[in-house]
């Protein structure tokens, strides 16, 4: 039970709930919402950002400063860490929904016990979180040490990861429609923005991935996970050489095979991403034929025929969406996963084309009522190959 199990004792373990909507494709027991908390909060993070995806290196640091907590505090917040409250779990601890005494709405993560490796990513995150400011990035609200504890008090993502909402949807999960999917891509590739161009000295994030995306109630997506981010060369260095760390799937060849960390391992790992929005397949997936377990490996080949571009798209997207943007799409991915860093883009030049793919939104209504622009129709024959 732990030391403070007085807090909890007499009392019935509340499960922490809003009145809000429920995460849609959420696979956690905990209803999320705290959408009063988040709109809140959100404000903070926004005005001391008012640059947005703009904001410079010179951003002032947010009005709310990583707090220290209290373990009792944080033991108060999620009902002496109750399984009822446990909204996900990954290779760091386990992930808590919480109500702090200010009624607002937070998620907590308790570090795992064991390891150096997690004393230090706590640390990194930490500092990363406290420097880092932009409305594409998870806030950090606090953080706790307690003996053992380590603790890390986020703001609350009522939809959860990009990953709950891809795959292994259940029958009541709706699909992301193909607008949200790019709005995520835009929000994503502006987080990384902000760390490569706009951070003094540049940040690698190295562990992008759809897990590490997370969602707000308009979809609207935050980078979350620094424990793993580097500070990028400075002067003329081209690299940092770094031990490989990061997800299998996701990190670029020449990164896992030499250690050598550039900008452009972040954007093959976003090139990654991309595919997984388009295609609805995860990175590795172990359940599929061998030939389709890794993703990149399944799509290289697609990519050299435009015609079969079509054959990538999410069959959960029911043929929702503009052919010439899917095409766009597809080819920003594979300049993105080209082998050669070199050869791949800078992430400014992937924002600009993603934030164009934003501005040609589907539009179902048209496409379905036969007043269709060229950008909204549904694949056809005419339409194969060419764009
Ligand atoms: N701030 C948050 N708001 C809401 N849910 C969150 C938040 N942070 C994490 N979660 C949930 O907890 C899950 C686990 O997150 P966590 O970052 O611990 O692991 P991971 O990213 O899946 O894997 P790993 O960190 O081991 O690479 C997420 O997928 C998400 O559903
Ligand atoms: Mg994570």
Redesign the pocket.
Known sequence: MGCFSCLVSRKKVVKIEDTDRARSASR?SVD?QGKDCLDEHETGVMDANSGGAGASDKTPPTKNPAKSFTYRELCSATGMFNSANK???????K?FKGRLETGEIV?I?QLNHEGLQGSQEFIIEILMLSLLHHPNL?SLKGYCTAGDEKLLV????PK??L??HLFDLGPNDVPLDWNTRIKIAVDTARGLEYLHCKANPPVIFR?LKA??I?LDNDFHARL??FGLAKLGPVGDKTHVSTRVMG?YGYCAPEYAMSGKLTVKSDVYSLGVVLLELITGRKAIDPSRSRAEQNLVNWSRPLFKDRRKFVHLADPALQGHFPLRCLHHAIAIAAMCLQEQPTYRPLITDVLVALEYLASQPYNREAATSGNRSPSQRPPSQQDRGRY
Do not use: H, P, Q, R
């Open positions: 956690t999320g909204i996900g779990e990954g290779g760091f601890g992930v998620a993560k998870m986020y703001e609350y993502m959860g990861s990953e709950d562990d897990a590490n997370l979350s996970d997800t």
